[in-house]
């Protein structure tokens, strides 16, 4: 059974920071990825950064320079570091795992419950 789990909720202001973390148990395929997803009211959801094999990492390119994925395999654990905030990234970011798009919401098996980010 898996489960992630996210923390890091907060709410900053325009040029702040916070990082994210997902802790993520049970059995995940390693050769797939894991990334964080965002959905904000009215919007659909999209997605923010991916880690694959290799540590190989896709960032997209509104947060590209200012977010930064990365991962402790040694704790099951995923982070999204987010420097320079902007009101436009005022959204629920959701963990996900076991994925191949590395950005497409449709090719990931596990998600978390979801962690609300708000800058003002």
């Known amino acids: 059974h898996v489960q992630l789990v996210e923390s890091g909720e907060g709410s900053v202001q325009a040029g702040g920071s916070l990082r994210l973390s997902c802790r993520f148990s049970?059995?995940?395929?390693?050769?797939?990825?894991l990334a964080w997803f965002r959905q904000a009211p009215g919007k659909e959801r999209e997605g923010v950064a991916a880690?694959?094999?290799?540590?190989?990492?896709t960032h997209r390119a509104s947060v590209r320079g200012r977010f930064t994925i990365s991962r402790d395999s040694a704790k099951n654990t995923l982070y999204l570091q987010m420097n320079n905030l902007k009101p436009e990234d005022t959204a629920v970011y959701y963990c996900?795992?076991?994925?191949?798009?590395?950005?497409?919401?449709?090719?990931?098996?596990?998600w978390g419950q979801g962690t609300q980010v708000t800058v003002s």
């Open positions: 049970g059995r995940i395929t390693s050769t797939y990825c």
């Open positions: 880690i694959g094999t290799g540590d190989k990492t």
């Open positions: 996900a795992a076991e994925g191949w798009g590395p950005l497409s919401a449709d090719t990931y098996n596990y």
